[in-house]
């Protein structure tokens, strides 16, 4: 989207420019019909309008992933020190599948979630593992811990469901042409009614400005919205915060998984 964005800007600043002597020749002679300048300066301020809402969604898009994950490492952290106050063999067995569990999101969904909408399966193991454990725990609810667990992997499942669901793009792709669709026809528009000025390498420069400005915003919109790939992107920064605290605990301990949470 990106190389169209820059493409239908750098058209639509082409053919402004090289039309506007046509343009200002017609409405010197009178033949004007309607006045394009009534129309431009609102279609200026839509346009202004239109990419600051997009832009106000998709970083509240990505605020709300970035939240998600700070609660789910925290979610995934504190489930693992409940599970250390288990007796054997339920304590070791829950912290190692939390370990693998926060192995497999940061270094395997994660980047898959760059690519797409795939969730990969191994969180999916890992969570599985963890329910067999908790059902087993259910015959013994006299033990404190247990419902404090119960309550921590409620919490983390609901941010990991908040992460998935935020991964998805916040602009649906028509309204991601319809801001480049009336990006262009401004930065057209403009560029064919403004006069011929002697200084027109200044006019052009001040044309390309505009068009710049308006390609960055969109840019800027198109990264952030991707949230988990480009140069905007969230990392899971949390996650592996708390998975080296966690490693650091377990170092003695062998683990099931290898060290991207896969299965072994």
């Known amino acids: 989207m990106i190389p169209a964005t820059l493409v239908v800007l750098a058209l639509a600043l082409g053919v402004g420019v090289l039309a506007s002597t046509t343009v200002q020749r017609r409405a010197s002679e009178g033949d004007d019909g309607l006045k394009l300048d009534l129309v431009v300066s609102p279609l200026l301020t839509l346009?202004?309008?239109?990419?600051?809402?997009?832009?106000?969604?998709?970083?509240?898009?990505y605020t709300r992933v970035k939240l998600s994950t700070g609660e789910e490492a925290g979610m995934v952290v504190g489930e693992f020190k409940q599970f250390g106050l288990l007796p054997e063999p339920y304590a070791t067995r829950g912290q190692t599948n939390m370990v693998c569990y926060a192995r497999a999101v940061?270094?395997?969904?994660?980047?898959q979630l760059g690519k797409g909408l795939r969730v990969a399966p191994e969180p999916g193991f890992w969570i599985a593992r963890l329910d067999v454990?908790?059902?087993?725990?259910?015959?013994?609810?006299?033990?404190?811990?247990?419902?404090s667990i119960v309550n921590t992997d409620r919490e983390r499942i609901d941010a990991r469901r908040s992460r998935l669901m935020e991964a998805r793009p916040a602009v649906p792709p028509p309204v991601t042409w319809l801001m480049l669709a009336v990006s262009a026809v401004s930065i057209l528009s403009i560029a064919m009614?403004?006069?011929?000025?002697?200084?027109r390498r200044l006019q052009i420069a001040m044309f390309s400005l505009l068009a710049a400005v308006f390609a960055a915003v969109q840019i800027t919109i198109i990264e952030i919205d991707d949230k988990?790939?480009?140069?905007?992107?969230?990392e899971p920064e949390e996650m592996r915060l708390v998975?080296?605290?966690?490693?650091?605990?377990?170092?003695?301990?062998?683990?099931?998984?290898?060290?991207?949470?896969?299965p072994l």
């Open 47 to 61: 346009t202004a309008l239109l990419l600051a809402f997009v832009l106000v969604q998709v970083f509240s898009s």
């Open 106 to 111: 940061a270094e395997v969904e994660w980047p």
């Open 133 to 147: 454990d908790l059902r087993e725990l259910a015959d013994r609810r006299s033990n404190p811990p247990f419902g």
């Open 193 to 199: 009614i403004t006069p011929v000025a002697r200084a």
């Open 228 to 234: 988990f790939d480009g140069l905007i992107r969230v």
């Open 243 to 262: 998975l080296g605290v966690m490693e650091q605990v377990l170092a003695d301990t062998e683990l099931p998984c290898d060290a991207q949470g896969r």
